[in-house]
């Protein structure tokens, strides 16, 4: 908009942190005499802090001591349930990219064929609208069952999730892009698979990006409860870890760390399609 300060934007985010911080700390404080929580709920997840005037949950100071505890040495390996959380992420964005990379490899191919025919359009759509409404951890178990590896039954479903948004984005890209164009390619007598190349792939690409960035983002949700179910690694791994040593500080500092990633992998694909962009 005109007339609009170019730091107006990041000044105000800073605004709304702040406020956020202070409901924060505001809301962990107990009233004096209150009783806050029950007493033995209170020994097992900090009742020294909550005699002291607080609630057993944890106060943004609390969590950034954590924080910094976590940054401090994230890549550290003291055995199956005592790993860094950097190197909790490092599987996690593993298995993503494993299973979005094997589901571009799939739907993009096939997202071009239904696209260019409209009878294969026909075909596949009945499956499609039955296959995609399904959670992808609902195939968590036939996978644990058939592939019998907890790694590889999670990029299973990665791949599972990542490839409904790729494979309707593409089709729908290829099938939007201008009759004219085609028919241009026809009368210079261009091969179609030149044409697919050079004027529906280039025509499409911001589509595919588009439905790249929404799978992307589907499968860093869906990892963290499949990590929950198949155990061992993970930043899902670790956040039920910590729940089971009821740890709410570093269960909040996960929860960051997921966002954080997650908002840096959509930004890269948010980059790409900008690069695949044109404007008539």
């Known amino acids: ?42 020994a097992l997840v900090g009742g020294a802090a909550a005699s002291g005037g607080k609630t057993p949950f944890p106060g943004p100071m609390d969590v950034g001591v954590q924080l910094w505890q976590h940054l401090k040495d994230p890549f550290y390996d003291r055995g199956p349930n005592d790993k860094g959380i950097g190197l909790q992420l490092a599987y996690s964005i593993v298995r993503v990219l494993g299973g979005f990379l094997l589901a571009a490899v799939v739907a993009i191919p096939l997202g071009f064929l239904i696209g260019m025919s409209r009878t294969v359009y026909r075909a596949f759509d009945p499956f499609i609208q039955v296959l995609k409404p399904i959670s992808p951890l609902a195939w968590m178990p036939l ?19 990542s490839l409904w948004p790729m494979l309707v984005n593409t089709a729908f890209g290829v099938g939007a892009v201008r009759q004219d164009w085609l028919n241009v390619a026809r009368t210079l007598e261009v091969s179609r698979l030149r044409t697919a190349f050079l004027v529906i792939l280039p025509a499409a690409a911001p589509t595919i990006m588009t439905g790249m960035r929404i799978s992307v983002g589907i499968a860093w949700l869906v990892i963290v409860a499949a990590e929950m179910l198949i155990g061992g690694t993970g930043i899902g791994y670790f956040v039920w870890n910590e729940w089971n040593n009821l740890s709410i500080a570093n269960i909040i500092c996960a929860i960051l760390f997921i966002g954080v990633i997650g908002m840096l992998l959509d930004t890269l694909l948010a980059r790409a399609a900008r690069l695949v962009s044109y404007r008539e």
């Open 1 to 42: 908009m005109r007339g609009e300060k170019p730091w107006g934007a990041p000044l105000l985010s800073v605004v709304i942190l702040v406020a956020l911080l202070l409901v924060w700390h505001a809301a962990t404080r107990s009233t004096a005499g209150e009783a806050v929580v029950d007493a033995e709920y209170a």
């Open 143 to 161: 996978a644990l069952y058939t592939i019998k590896d907890a790694d590889t039954s999670a990029v299973f479903v990665i791949f599972i999730c």
